[in-house]
C-alpha cells in the first residue's frame, strides 16, 4: 500500500505562503489521484482539493479557491500545494491522501485508500 508522506508545514503569519509537498514512501504517486484535506481543533476533517494521476483534473474548496494550487511533478512523483494569502482560519493539520478518483464534487474521506500522517500549519501573527 502507498503510504504518503508530507512536508512543508510550518508557522507562517497571515498573508504569507507555505507550500506542501506529498511524496510516495516506498511506492511512487505518480499513478494516483491525489487529495488534501485539512482538519482544525475540534471540527471535522475537510477536503481542501485533488488532482487527478494525469494533473488534468483538479478541484478546490470554496474557502481556498484562487488562494490554492494544486499540481503534480509525476517526473518526481511528488504533488504539491502552494498555499497563498494564508488566513489564521486557514489553520490545521493538513493531510495528504490518495483517493479513488479526484471528484469535480471534492473528495471524500470514503474516497481515500491510504492516508499521511499530516503536517500542521498555522497561521497567526
Known amino acids: 500500500q502507498v503510504q504518503p508522506v508530507e512536508s512543508g508545514g510550518g508557522l507562517v503569519q497571515p498573508g504569507g505562503s507555505l507550500r506542501l509537498s506529498c511524496a510516495g514512501s516506498g511506492v511512487t504517486l505518480d499513478y494516483r489521484a491525489i487529495a488534501w484535506f485539512r482538519q482544525a481543533p475540534g471540527k471535522e476533517r475537510e477536503g481542501v482539493s485533488c488532482i487527478s494521476s494525469s494533473g488534468g483534473s483538479t478541484y478546490y474548496a470554496d474557502s481556498v479557491k484562487g488562494r490554492f494550487t494544486i499540481s503534480r511533478d509525476n517526473a518526481k512523483a511528488t504533488v504539491y500545494l502552494q498555499m497563498n494569502y494564508l488566513k489564521p482560519e486557514d489553520t490545521a493539520v493538513y493531510f495528504c491522501?490518495?483517493?479513488?478518483?479526484?471528484?469535480?464534487?471534492?473528495?471524500?474521506?470514503?474516497?481515500?485508500?491510504?492516508w499521511g500522517r499530516g503536517t500542521q500549519v498555522t497561521v497567526s501573527s
Open positions: 491522501a490518495t483517493v479513488v478518483f479526484c471528484s469535480g464534487f471534492g473528495p471524500k474521506q470514503s474516497d481515500v485508500d491510504s
